[in-house]
């Protein structure tokens, strides 16, 4: 039987977006052959598509719904009808490039990455544990925040040049103030700091506190207090800065996430209350574009939503054993998404399929007298070769493989629990941070010569 040659097909968005589950659905399926059938029908090429198994997902959900009692009340089945909808069009903005980071897709026999020997080059210290920190996009600052409310802003650069010789004697160093890579310290929330974010364009730090307040500061000026606030009525646990700078997620104590409008402090939450968290918001976590947000909550579960409209997208519940989870990063190229969770597990979510591609099992679990007791994270690094995260009962950061979860290396020298990890957007420094009081800065060999 021949085939008509490829001709442009003028498609709706509902048409080309039921031609992409079933391109998918043959590519995971194997059928080849089939796909690019299918692909020269329609005008497209099969390289334009990933595997997915999304479609077999929906059509057993449907069947699943069509089988249930027919007392089920209307509205009941609508909003199930609902979620389901949502979860169909993940697949719309989740894949931008494949490009970039990490790729389950291709061959696990392809070139293992060189691995990186990570140096401690500069230690700076807080007068209580250090809670958290955070690289600016450019990755030109680093600012950590700390239990005894401090927030410390470090110019990398800097960092980067300081005698690697002398980093253990920081403090002498700090106060002589040769090559500062310290720039200032703010002091103006009254508890802990949580979380800590920059504004993508301007000289703004953003920190929260569990003294309920989110607050602003103009970096580039002589000013160490905040030139605004926001003020809630709970614990504010994480905030994440849109792409765009324009909208504040923040993540509390409360179960509902809030989006601020940060222009007028307007407070947005999803309509549906079914759809927020059941238990406390541990953190909120933008992806690279913008137009898709997570959220990870005390109850165990993960959830996505959608940038624009602010809408639930799907929800991974139990997404570590039932335990609380921690933490969520997304990779990218929005095609999988990092967590982190207090069953002392690092997990690698493959998000159109919700399907769990790698565990990773925290060093500290032969601990269990010490081990579970804090929030801890994980991290990509820069190019998603490797995910960093924290042995707490070990008292140090790790470093793995990001396509076979191999441990690749410890980071030593705390004295106690290493609380957090943040890793540089643009080149292979990383940060830990510890109940000790220190924050350590690292870098790698072949960036030292």
Excluded at 86 to 93: M, T
Excluded at 111 to 131: C, D, E, G, L, W
Excluded at 350 to 361: A, N
């Amino acid at each position: 039987t021949s085939i008509e040659p490829a001709r442009s097909v003028s498609m709706d968005g509902s048409k080309e977006h039921l031609y992409t589950l079933i391109m998918g659905q043959l590519l995971h399926d194997g059928h080849t052959v089939a796909a690019n059938v299918l692909a020269e029908a329609i005008g497209t090429s099969v390289s334009a598509h990933s595997s997915s198994n999304r479609l077999s997902t929906i059509v057993t959900s449907s069947e699943s719904r069509d089988s249930s009692s027919s007392g089920s009340s209307s509205s009941a089945q609508q909003q199930q009808e609902d979620a389901l909808s949502r979860a169909e069009g993940i697949g719309h903005f989740l894949i931008v490039d494949k490009a970039k980071g990490v790729d389950f897709d291709t061959s696990a026999t392809s070139q293992r990455p060189s691995y990186p020997n990570f140096q401690t080059m500069f230690i700076t210290t807080h007068k209580n544990a250090v809670r958290c920190a955070r690289f600016s996009p450019d990755g030109k600052f680093i600012a950590t925040g700390s239990a005894d409310s401090s927030i410390k802003l470090m110019d990398v650069t800097k960092l980067k040049a300081f005698d690697r010789a002398d980093a253990d004697d920081h403090g002498n160093r700090e106060r002589e103030g040769l090559a500062r890579p310290v720039l200032k310290t703010f002091y103006d929330h009254t508890q802990e700091i949580n979380d800590i974010d920059f504004h993508p364009t301007q000289p703004i730090l953003i920190s929260c506190s569990k003294d309920k307040t989110v607050k602003f500061y103009d970096f580039k000026s002589n000013v160490k207090r905040a030139f605004k606030y926001i003020q809630d009525t709970h614990n504010i646990r994480s905030v994440a800065l849109h792409p765009s700078g324009d909208y504040l997620l923040v993540g509390t104590d409360h179960p509902a996430v809030r989006l601020y409008d940060v222009n007028n402090f307007q407070a947005y939450t999803s309509r549906r209350v079914t759809d927020h968290h059941q238990d406390s918001v541990h953190m909120v976590r933008y992806s690279l574009e913008g137009n898709v947000w997570a959220s990870c909550s005390k109850d165990g579960s993960i959830k996505l939503w959608d940038g624009i409209s602010n809408s639930l997208i799907s929800t991974i519940p139990k997404a570590h054993a039932g335990s609380a989870v921690d933490s969520v990063q997304f990779s990218a190229s929005q095609r999988y998404l990092l967590s982190c969770g207090k069953d002392e597990c690092i997990r690698l979510w493959e998000l159109t399929t919700s399907r769990l591609l790698l565990k990773i099992p925290v060093g500290s679990q032969s601990h269990s007298s010490s081990s579970g007791r804090h929030r801890t994270v994980a991290t990509f690094n820069y190019n998603e070769d490797f995910i960093v995260g924290c042995d707490e009962a070990g008292m140090a950061g790790v470093v793995w493989d990001a396509r076979t979860g191999d441990q690749v290396q410890r980071l030593g020298g705390h004295t106690n629990v290493v609380r957090y990890v943040a890793a540089s957007p643009t080149e292979n420094c990383l940060i830990s941070c510890s109940n000790d009081s220190r924050a350590r800065f690292w870098r790698t060999d072949n960036m030292m010569t």
